[in-house]
């Protein structure tokens, strides 16, 4: 079955930028979608078809994917982007949605 | 604005089945499809299958075939998930997220139920 790999946890200053990366065999040609999670709360979608943003969703929050590595970039981070972030994709050879591991962003 | 209610909290003993509901409003109900997902405690997202509301039509997770049951009934625009036979490890908080498509073709989940916790325990 397919694997999405995301480092457990990021770190980052307010105002700097924090990215995080998904990995995936050849997840250069599938769709990405990204998704945060506040404790407590259910998942938002942030980003989708790897780097378009839903309505609602700040110009910070931007992605890119390319090769084996999708990645979600948050620009001037703030003590609210505090949170899990979750990467999705469709793997076409099983039919089946796939969840990344998950990352923890905490703001220094 | 698009919303999906889910019921509420449930407590169930191993062996048993639980029916968690999904009300959706807001949108055109058959235009989309429903996923569900899980989240064990401190633990990340399982995807657990996928519904068109359009025609029915179903896929599920390898691991949980033959244990879960996705339904709609589109004359009150709900989305319901049946699992059987439940085991301590299903407990978890169970989401209903609504489908950007009418397949499964992998659109993005763009709007999610508030959760169920189901326990398993005897």
């Known amino acids: 079955s397919y694997v999405l790999t995301q480092p457990p946890s990021v770190s980052v200053a307010p105002g700097q930028t924090a990215r995080i990366t998904c990995g995936g065999n050849n997840i250069g040609s599938k769709s990405v979608h990204w998704y945060q999670q506040k404790p407590g709360q259910a998942p938002v979608l942030v980003v989708y078809d790897d780097s378009d943003r839903p309505s609602g969703i700040p110009e910070r929050f931007s992605g890119s994917n390319s090769g084996n590595t999708a990645t979600l970039t948050i620009s001037r981070v703030e003590a609210g982007d505090e949170a899990d972030y979750y990467c999705q994709v469709w793997d076409s050879s099983s039919d089946h949605y796939v969840f990344g591991t998950g990352t923890k962003v905490t703001v220094l | 604005q698009v919303q999906l209610v889910q019921s509420g909290a449930e407590v169930k003993k191993p062996g048993a089945s639980v029916k968690v509901s999904c009300k959706a409003s807001g949108y055109t109900f058959t235009s989309y499809g429903i996923s569900w997902v899980r989240q064990a405690p401190g633990q990340g997202l399982e995807w657990m299958g996928w519904?068109?509301?359009?025609?029915?039509?179903?896929n599920y997770a390898q691991k949980l075939q033959g244990r879960v049951t996705m339904t709609t009934d589109t004359s009150t625009s709900t989305a319901y998930m049946e699992l059987r036979s439940l085991r301590s490890d299903d407990t978890a908080v169970y989401y209903c997220?609504?489908?950007?498509?009418?397949?499964?073709?992998?659109?993005?989940?763009?709007?999610w139920g508030q959760g169920t916790l189901v326990t398993v325990s005897s």
């Open positions: 519904i068109s509301a359009y025609n029915g039509n179903t």
């Open positions: 997220a609504r489908v950007a498509d009418i397949v499964a073709s992998g659109a993005s989940f763009d709007y």
